[in-house]
């Protein structure tokens, strides 16, 4: 039952993790979504940029830290290791989902791009910063990266065994290619407004 039990948490976690996910194309993109990162402004931009900076904080911190192996041999006393990198995926869609809704618009242009061609280059851009993200977490094992292959071997009574080093495919031009993915679409679009500007640097960084 225990097995199962962590199975269906997993399950639920990786599946919050694809909800996220698809929010956050429509709040970097301004479509699609109840609060964008560029909507209109609803307090002083002095107050909008304290909550913005802390709630990136939050995720900065939990992100991080959390990834630390002294936190994880820490906490794994407390959290069953099968479900231990689930569990750090719902603290991320958590502290996302918090940024998401409590995020504050502060309005004034950066940028706004109005001719035809050069928004469809930059949103063709940040689609394809969308699709190198997922295409990157597959190629190094994505199921272990949100922890599914964990909760699935542990339902199977088979050991968790750690994946091999790899640089397939574009790991072996780029260190990184998330990290390219996660620009494109932090920075490939006709609008930027102050607040999307902060985002944009604060995460770069």
């Not at 940024?99 to 940028?111: D, K, N, T």
């Not at 088979?158 to 998330?178: I, K």
Request: glycine share 8%; charged share 10%; net charge positive.
């Amino acid at each position: 039952m225990k097995r199962l039990v962590f199975f269906i948490y997993g399950t639920l976690c990786y599946l919050s993790f694809l909800g996220i996910f698809l929010y956050a194309v429509g709040f970097l993109g301004n479509f699609g979504v109840s609060n964008t990162i560029d909507g209109q402004p609803g307090v002083p931009v002095w107050q909008a940029l304290a909550i913005n900076s802390f709630l990136l904080g939050i995720f900065a911190v939990q992100h991080s830290v959390m990834a630390r192996q002294t936190f994880k041999q820490w906490w794994t006393q407390y959290i069953p290791k099968p479900i231990e990198r689930s569990t750090y995926v719902l603290c991320t869609n958590i502290a996302l989902a918090l940024l998401f809704y409590a995020w504050q618009p502060m309005g004034g242009w950066i940028w706004h791009i109005q001719d035809p061609v050069g928004q469809g280059l930059l949103y063709g851009l940040f689609a394809a910063g969308w699709g190198l993200i997922l295409m990157a977490t597959f190629l190094i094992n994505h199921f272990d990266l949100f922890g599914m292959r964990q909760v699935w071997l542990y339902l199977q009574k088979q050991e968790y065994t750690p994946l091999p080093f790899r640089t397939p495919a574009m790991y072996r031009q780029v260190r990184n290619p998330l990290y390219v993915g996660w620009l494109l679409a932090f920075w490939a679009t006709p609008t930027i407004t102050v607040a999307h500007l902060v985002f944009s640097v604060t995460t770069t960084i």
